[in-house]
């Protein structure tokens, strides 16, 4: 099992929908969460971090976290074609400093 | 504030040969981290200074990697005889404490021919 589990997509949405990325983490001590997006060529750039359990909303994104689940999800309201990327989710486990990245769920937004 | 800044952007290089990157954190961050990332994977954990000291290290990271933060404020990560397989995008992350949020650099783009 890995340690941070995302579907690769690509998860396809029209413009102006809401798109639900999902992530599933196997260490039930992590206590901080991460959602970066990537571009093709590009290096990743942090969206939105969350901490306790509960919705954290910042303009069109919301991050969900659910530690009894060992789940975290984005949700991208009113999904823009610039939106069309790769989201990370990346974990910080208990008693450790690095952060454990999933391998990615490819966004297309389509016009 | 300028970000996390890493040189070179490219590097091209044969086998065997020996590769040094650079990296800059951002000014007064005393976390930095090396990842390496391959195509339809994520950033994979190379190693972790707080300062100078090197405090983590990946067993990704073989005897023909080292990294260094000499004076807590710039990195650089070597590669000994360079093998196909180090072929990657070498990025390089910083933050104020653990906890808090990380902030990754361009990125190096390695080739190995």
């Known amino acids: 099992q890995k340690e941070v589990e995302q579907n690769s997509g690509p998860l396809s949405v029209p413009e102006g929908a809401i798109a639900s990325l999902n992530c599933t983490y196997s260490?039930?001590?992590?206590?901080?969460f991460f959602w970066y997006r990537q571009y093709s060529g590009k290096s990743p750039e942090l969206i939105m971090s969350i901490y306790s359990n509960g919705d954290k909303e910042d303009g069109r994104f919301t991050a969900q976290l659910n530690k009894a689940s060992q789940y975290v999800s984005l949700l991208i309201r009113d999904s823009q074609p610039s939106d069309s990327a790769t989201y990370l989710c990346?974990?910080?486990?208990?008693?450790?400093?690095?952060?454990?990245f999933g391998s990615g769920t490819r966004l297309l937004v389509r016009p | 504030d300028t970000g996390v800044s890493q040189n070179p952007r490219h590097k091209i290089t044969k086998r065997g040969q020996n590769v040094t990157f650079r990296c800059d954190p951002i000014?007064?961050?005393?976390?930095l981290y090396w990842y390496r990332q391959t195509l339809g994977q994520g950033p994979e954990f190379l190693t972790y200074f707080q300062n100078e000291a090197q405090l983590e290290k990946s067993r990704l990271l073989s005897d023909r990697f080292s990294a260094e933060r000499p004076k807590g404020s710039f990195s650089t990560l070597e590669i000994q005889r360079t093998e196909q397989g180090d072929s990657a995008m070498y990025l390089c992350?910083?933050?104020?404490?653990?906890?808090?949020?990380?902030?990754f650099g361009p990125g190096t783009r390695l080739t190995v021919l």
């Open positions: 000014s007064e961050h005393n976390r």
């Open positions: 992350a910083s933050s104020l404490s653990p906890g808090q949020e990380m902030f």
């Open positions: 260490d039930r001590g992590s206590q901080s």
């Open positions: 990346a974990v910080r486990m208990d008693s450790s400093y690095k952060l454990i």
